[in-house]
């Protein structure tokens, strides 16, 4: 079965980037989907098709794309950030929604 | 503004059976993708299955396929989830989702099921 492979942590301070990376065979013919969960709650959609960032969500969260991998980045990093992200995408034939195991950002 | 809200989990013994509902509004709910997508406590998202907006396609991820049904009713703007033969690692907290425009999810609160004897 297809698999969506990201870190398991990263951590940075206030004010640095975060980098969330996202690899998978299919992802240079499928779209990707980033999520940020708080605990407790649900995922909230923080970037979209690959590097579009919907009404609502900050400035600071950016996505790119490079073959096989794509990249959740966090510029300025604030405390509130601290949570659960994980990219979402499909199999070659779009067949199957697949999630990525999930990163979990700590802001020192 | 996309509402759903999921009902129906609770306490089932291991071989039992649970249908969850999830009620749609705020937007033409017959024209969408519908998913269950569910996540053990601690762990994280699973995708479960989809279905077309007719009903003519549904999709299963491995571990439910044969015990889990995915339904929809468009006049009654609802999800439906049937599941059978429950095992205690479909212990999780399951989400209603739709499929946008853009192919992301939005997402209801969820309902937890929990298999224990």
């Known amino acids: 079965s297809y698999e969506l492979t990201q870190p398991p942590s990263v951590s940075v301070s206030p004010g640095q980037t975060a980098r969330i990376t996202c690899s998978g065979d299919?992802?240079?013919?499928?779209?990707a989907y980033w999520y940020q969960q708080k605990p407790g709650q649900a995922p909230v959609l923080v970037i979209y098709k690959d590097s579009e960032r919907p009404s609502g969500i900050p400035e600071r969260f950016s996505g790119s794309s490079s073959g096989t991998t794509v990249t959740l980045t966090i510029s300025g990093v604030q405390a509130e950030d601290e949570a659960d992200y994980y990219c979402?995408?499909?199999?070659?034939?779009?067949?199957?929604?697949?999630f990525g195991g999930g990163t979990k950002l700590t802001v020192l | 503004e996309v509402q759903l809200v999921e009902s129906g989990g609770g306490l089932v013994q291991p071989g039992g059976s649970l249908r969850l509902s999830c009620a749609a509004s705020g937007f033409m709910f017959s024209s969408y993708w519908m998913s269950w997508v569910r996540q053990a406590p601690g762990k994280g998202l699973e995708w479960v299955a989809n279905?077309?907006?007719?009903?003519?396609?549904?999709h299963y991820v491995d571990s439910v396929k044969g015990r889990f049904t995915i339904s929809r009713d468009n006049a009654k703007n609802s999800l439906y989830l049937q599941m059978n033969s429950l095992r205690a690692e479909d212990t999780a907290v399951y989400y209603c989702?739709?499929?946008?425009?853009?192919?992301?999810?939005?997402w209801g609160q969820g309902t937890l099921v929990t298999v224990s004897s």
């Open positions: 989702a739709r499929e946008g425009d853009y192919g992301d999810l939005s």
């Open positions: 979402q995408s499909a199999d070659s034939s779009a067949t199957y929604v697949v």
């Open positions: 279905v077309n907006q007719d009903e003519a396609e549904k």
């Open positions: 299919a992802l240079p013919k499928q779209y």
